[in-house]
């Protein structure tokens, strides 16, 4: 079911229509109410173009951490290949082992 969440950003109200709940909408606007004031703060700009500037910005984010969450997903892959190589490996060794036993035991039994 849809939410329906007044959120102020940069002292304005929007009525927002979401199925998120209502406090993770309001941690949303926050978020770009901050950045919004932060671009405001630190540029001569109306608040149209702090908006474009503050997407930008927040789309710059996005992109960064998409980009490091592949990273991260690649650099997972590749300690789960070495994982199953090395589980690999002891299965073939633990083989290696029973075998050594078995010569072993008929070298004393015969």
Do not use: H, P, W
């Amino acid at each position: 079911m849809a939410n329906r969440v007044v959120i102020s950003i940069c002292g304005v109200e929007y009525t927002f229509v979401a199925e998120e709940s209502a406090s993770y909408m309001q941690k949303v606007g926050s978020y770009v109410s901050e950045k919004m004031d932060e671009v405001l703060a630190s540029a001569k700009v109306g608040r149209t173009d702090a908006a474009v500037l503050t997407a930008i910005n927040i789309a710059d984010e996005l992109f960064k951490a998409q980009s490091a969450a592949e990273q991260l997903r690649s650099q997972i892959k590749g300690y789960l290949d070495e994982a199953g190589k090395a589980q690999a490996e002891v299965s073939e060794l633990k083989r290696e082992v029973f075998r050594l036993q078995q010569r072993l035991e008929r070298q004393n039994n015969g």
